[in-house]
């Protein structure tokens, strides 16, 4: 659950950084990036129930770049003014992977990726 929390303030805090550095990704609306951000988080999260352990990091990070680049992209369609191009959202997913990177090896030096039974 710890590991939802975090995510919670570091994808939607990723999804604004994005906006305010990279010309590629506009949001004309601060709540825009901030919804991009959570729903990003809740995905992720899932994604990590699913796949993150010992002996999937790689996988789970590959993963997660290509869903956080896929959703970052798409949101411009969602969201009257924002405009998104590949480059921008490739730029996102990497920023977003690196975070997701600590995070990843955080949560299994810890084993908070167990499951409970």
């Known amino acids: 659950m710890i590991g939802l929390l975090v995510k919670l303030i570091v994808c939607p805090s990723v999804v604004l950084l994005s906006t305010a550095m990279f010309a590629d ?3 004309p609306y601060i709540y825009q990036p901030i919804i991009v951000g959570l729903v990003l988080a809740v995905v992720g999260h899932m994604m990590e129930l699913l796949l993150l352990k010992r002996g999937t990091f790689w996988l789970s990070n590959i993963m997660d770049f290509i869903a956080a680049t896929a959703i970052v992209y798409f ?3 969602f969201f009257a003014g924002a405009q998104m191009t590949v480059i921008g ?3 996102t997913g990497f920023l977003l992977t690196v975070a997701e990177y600590f995070q990843h090896l ?5 084993g908070k990726t ?4």
């Open 25 to 27: 990704v506009y949001y």
């Open 75 to 77: 949101s411009a369609f």
């Open 89 to 91: 959202a490739l730029l």
């Open 106 to 110: 955080w949560l299994i030096r810890t």
């Open 114 to 117: 167990q499951k409970a039974v």
